[in-house]
Structures are given as C-alpha cells and as structure tokens.
Antibody, heavy 122, light 110 residues
Framework: QVQLQESGPGLVRPSQTLSLTCTVS??????????WSWVRQHPGKGLEWIGF???????SYSPSLKSRLTISVDTSKNQFSLGLNSVTAADTAVYYC??????????????WGQGTLVTVSS | QSALTQPASVSGSPGQSITISCTGT?????????VSWYQQYPGKVPKLMIY???NRPSGVPDRFSGSKSGNTASLTISGLQAEDEADYYC??????????FGGGTKVTVL
C-alpha cells in the first residue's frame, strides 16, 4: 500500500517560491503504472487540481497555474516535488500530494498524503 | 478554469436515499466516462468513493453508486447513515489532459 508524506515550509513570503516535497513509501515513483499529483484546498473551500507527473517526466498542469508551476520527480529519493513561484495570499491552502496506483488512470486519486498547510504572508 | 457545479448542500434522514449532482460540459463530464467522487470529513483527507462514473474501489459500501447522463454525473447514497455526513466532491477528466473538481456538497443526515 502506497503511503505519501508532504514536507516543506509552512510559511512563504509573497512573491517567493513555494516548494513542497512528497515522499513515497510502499511504492516507487519510477513505477510506470503510477502517476503522482498535487491537489490543494483553500481554507474552508473545495479541492483544486494542480498537476501531475509521470515518472518519465511527462507533466500536465492546471491552466490557471501553469505559468508559475513546476512538478518534478526524484527517483533516487523516491520523491516528487512541487514548485510554485510568485506566490500571493491566494496561494494559501492545504497542499496534498496524491497518487493514482490501482486504476493506472492519472485522474483517479486512490492514495493521499495527510496534507500540509502553506500560508503566504509577510 | 471553471469548476464543475454541485449543490452546496443535500440532506436526508437515516435510511433515505439522496442524490448529489455534478454538472459540467461536453469537454469534461459529457465527453468522457472519467468521473470520480471523493468523500471528505472535516479536517481529514479526501477518500475515493467512485471512479470512472460508477466503479467502487474495494471497501466502499455498495450503498454508494454513481451514474451519468449527458453533462451531469450523480452520486447516490442509499440507506443513508449518520457516518455518511461529510463533504463530497466530484471530479472529471477535462480535454487537454487536465482535471477539474466540483465545488463540493455538504451532506447532512437529519
């Protein structure tokens, strides 16, 4: 069973870059049948898809975030990462990493990390 | 990108059936059978309940069922139980290899 754990700063200054890492256990990021995603949830609001990566490096990003977003994978550490630059208070949210493993369909999230709150504030 | 449209709240009494709708467009729900539903308790992690419109992952009670007609998908909870009180989110694959979520529906068990 795959387990995911987000890590990274809980506070980011406006205009800086938000960087988060998701550590994978119980599976490998280089498994060609798995996909690795990021989802966020603004306080008291709904879920918002951010993007996903496939181990070979293929990525797809939310059109609304694409210009500021980078998702990458580090097979040596069995991790994948999120980078969101030029952040504003509107980027304050709980950030989840999620995986698609059982169905081999990237758009189905069967495992989720616990989520990490990132606050953008000076 | 605009979210899928869900009712803000739905309620029902124990034992009743309720249905949550999720409306999109021909670029998402109407064009693909790739609708999922997630259950989320306050402060907790979302849980996959339905995928590919009507498929249930192992361990999800068969009281939960999904369907789709045109640009609208639905989640039905039959035999409503107190433990079903939670927020429910639909999601759909959208053309361009992207994904969109609904705004969420709060289910209240009266």
């Amino acid at each position: 069973q795959v387990q995911l754990q987000e890590s990274g700063p809980g506070l980011v200054r406006p205009s800086q870059t938000l960087s988060l890492t998701c550590t994978v256990s119980g599976g490998t990021v280089s498994n060609g049948a798995y996909y690795w995603s990021w989802v966020r949830q603004h306080p008291g609001k709904g879920l918002e898809w951010i993007g996903f990566i496939y181990y070979g490096g293929y990525t797809s990003y939310s059109p609304s975030l694409k210009s500021r977003l980078t998702i990458s994978v580090d097979t040596s550490k069995n991790q994948f990462s999120l980078g969101l630059n030029s952040v504003t208070a509107a980027d304050t949210a709980v950030y989840y990493c999620a995986s698609s493993t059982s169905t081999s369909a990237w758009y189905v999230f069967d495992y989720w990390g616990q989520g990490t709150l990132v606050t953008v504030s000076s | 990108q605009s979210a899928l449209t869900q009712p803000a709240s739905v309620s029902g009494s124990p034992g009743q059936s309720i249905t949550i709708s999720c409306t999109g467009t021909s670029s998402d729900i109407g064009g693909y059978n790739y609708v999922s539903w997630y259950q989320q308790y306050p402060g907790k992690v979302p849980k996959l309940m339905i995928y590919d419109v009507r498929n249930r992952p192992s361990g999800v009670p068969d009281r939960f069922s999904g369907s789709k007609s045109g640009n609208t998908a639905s989640l039905t909870i039959s035999g409503l139980q107190a433990e079903d009180e939670a927020d429910y989110y639909c999601s759909s694959y959208r053309s361009g290899n992207t994904l969109v979520f609904g705004g969420g529906t709060k289910v209240t068990v009266l």
